[in-house]
């Protein structure tokens, strides 16, 4: 334990020192950014300033130079082994090979998406072309999972025991469960975005969220195994939390930087990354509860059932300078089809809708983007946005406290 | 061997396909790398075409994507095995993750560096950052040489034997050595570039040479665990070959397109990565002497001991529609210092400079810029553009069969 803490410590200094350098760095390629076309107007703000895009990239760089600099540390104790064998006093286990290539594997998947973000940043890729990417940058993660001897059962709930049995084996179907957990979380911070600082804002949440998951099992559950899955996860949290505190610093509003796609995806892999190679997916999908309702909120709109605007971000009141929820109207550019009406009266059934309006035989003419942020302006705004993105924040620390107590508490009910 | 011929052959496949389908692709993405101002203007044509810059990161993205998902293959076997194992028939041996880490640790260095091309493309990053990071991409490639028990022994020429022993263990001197391959590797062939064809043509010269000599191997020293280094060396490069060869089809006189920093640096540290985990470092030096006297003959102007103007390619004269080595005024914007001198005097006394402008004193005023294109130029030249790549491409082949007889030949004379 003592060699964790050393490494641990080490892991910690790195990461104060890049979120110092990331904090200082920001503001000195503003220019540069801004220069190469690598920017956009902030449309929420009255005179709408051009903001430089893509500052995700130097933060994402930042972090992967540290992790490939801290790549050594955690074998510290077998390469002053190796030293004694050298000088042939003792003798030592064979290298730890599997961890290594743990670590390389989820290094290369986080850099892969980094590499992605960036393209779809200066490129613009095709959605047909990027929703799988993800998905190829995993194989490595999933080979891992596989030679590991990686269970792909599932326990069943107490109350469906007499009837399957304790275990189920999904097998191949838990390759793909896996692969779609990595696809969702490069992909979910992406969707629930647009307003200044929620991007880093919800990424900062969900990361300290897993940590602390991590120090209830370090301290709690001395089990060898899972000790060193989730002494794994720090060694990718930490620095994530620090160099993400210093874009969340120059993204809050009034922003000062874009975070761009790099920033999404970059802060989304690093998190299937961990839930996976970790063994606690199902958990991790707990802290993602925002985005799994913001995602399947926004299928009807994603899929095209009802009308999708290039842009769904709120709507800017210069008079009051606050944000309203954006509006959608459905039959303007063509009719909404069967499926999409279906869609949009079951929302509106269950109150996840604000009409405003209809035509003269009640059918909805006009209501609010189907998206998490709009949802909450139109139910509690106008807001400020500075406001809007606590709101969302609140809403992510908030599920945050219901996945500890559904893991923690409510488990016990059913397993 | 009958495994290896399996993946081999899914490796050549894979590479084909790679190849046809980038060879497709280019064309179509020319547009919208233009429209998003990754772009040039190719100066050596009379009418100075605007073309797409960067085209290195599409290729090397499908290189990426055939190398993920080739991974599960050289593992085929132990696949097989422990499917039996589930079954319950078979005994079957740990999973070699050394083996699949190493492939890893080399993905994630070649990653490293499109990502660093792709960033120095779009942002220009400056030289005293973007020079240390392909090291710090290489520490995995490090870690696992040292790991694997990696010689540091350096076996002595017979003529200093007497003297000094058989074996000198160089110890963290070798680390260093191997950092400044890795470093040399990636920067040595942007350095020798500027002239359509000239990037793709020398990095397929040099890939096929390392893939005749790993054949070599594979064919004549059937001892194991070099069989193993050389299919390694093939998997990589295979694909390379692919990849590069639909680039170069593009990039030939009259190009229509650029390849871009991010080729070069994939190029680059491709080699630098299968000559490390090959244990061959010292052989793939002998394959890039044409990379090594362009970056020694540069040192004057790199260094600025001699003015280095922005760019030194050479000079097109419009009349002939041919190129002229393109020259420097010395002492123009401010007077070339004492070791300048020195240096440009020893270059002349050894016929490696050709100078077109003496003052009254007979101090040279203006030679040729010290490329090895431009010397080429300054001494066969001019040449049109197709002709002096295929000079430089003719030397580059030429120094592989010097290096062939070096390491096959000459060898015996002094170990």
């Known amino acids: ?52 895009e893509t500052m995700g990239l130097p933060i994402a760089i930042i972090y992967l130079i540290v992790l490939f600099s801290f ?14 064998v050298h000088e042939e006093q003792s003798d030592f286990a064979t290298f730890p090979y599997n961890k290594l290539g743990e670590i390389l594997a989820a290094i290369l998947a986080i850099q892969s998406m ?16 990027k929703v799988w990417l993800p998905a190829i940058a995993g194989i490595p993660l999933l080979i891992f999972y596989y030679t590991n001897m990686g269970a792909t059962h599932v326990v069943l709930p107490l109350q ?30 992406n969707i629930l975005a647009g ?16 940590i602390m998951n ?46 761009g796609d790099t920033f999404c995806y970059f802060a989304g892999m690093t998190f299937a990354v961990v839930g996976i190679l970790g063994h606690f997916s199902k958990t991790l999908m707990l802290f993602f509860l925002p985005q799994i309702f913001n995602f399947i909120y926004s299928c009807p709109q994603l899929f095209r059932f009802v009308e999708c605007p290039r842009h769904r971000m709120p709507r800017f009141d210069p008079t009051t ?25 079951f929302l509106h059934a269950i109150g996840l809708l604000k009409v405003f309006q209809y035509d003269k035989n009640g059918r909805i003419l006009e209501c609010n983007n189907l998206t998490l942020v709009n949802l909450v302006l139109a139910y509690v705004g106008p807001m400020s946005e500075q406001n809007t993105t606590l709101s969302i924040l609140c809403i992510q620390v908030l599920s945050s406290l219901l996945a500890f107590i559904i893991r923690y508490k409510l488990v016990h009910f059913v397993y």
Request: charged share 15%.
């Open 1 to 52: 334990m003592k060699d964790e803490h050393t490494t641990l410590a080490v892991s910690i200094l790195m990461s104060i020192v890049a979120g110092i350098f990331s904090y200082k760095i920001l503001p000195k390629l503003r220019e540069t950014f801004v220069r190469v076309n690598l920017s956009g107007r902030d449309m929420l703000k009255a005179d709408k300033p051009l903001l430089p």
């Open 71 to 84: 790549i050594p540390f955690p074998f510290i104790n077998w390469f002053e082994g190796a030293k004694l």
């Open 114 to 129: 980094v590499l992605l973000g960036f393209a779809d940043d200066v490129l613009d890729v095709r959605w047909r072309y």
């Open 160 to 189: 469906l025991r007499p009837y399957l049995g304790e275990l189920v084996d999904l097998g191949i179907l838990y390759y793909i469960y896996m692969a779609m957990v990595i696809i969702f979380c490069t992909h979910s911070i």
């Open 195 to 210: 307003i200044n600082g929620v991007e880093a804002g919800q990424s900062l949440v969900i990361a300290i969220s897993v």
């Open 214 to 259: 991590d120090m209830l099992y370090i301290f709690n559950n001395p089990d060898g195994a899972s000790l060193e899955a989730h002494l794994f996860s720090l060694y990718f949290l930490i620095p994530f939390v620090g160099v993400t505190l210093a874009l969340l610093y120059h993204n809050w509003y009034p922003a000062r930087v874009f975070v």
């Open 321 to 345: 300078g606050l944000l309203q929820c954006s509006t959608v109207r459905l039959n303007d550019k063509k009719p909404t089809r069967f499926l999409g009406n279906i869609m949009i009266k």
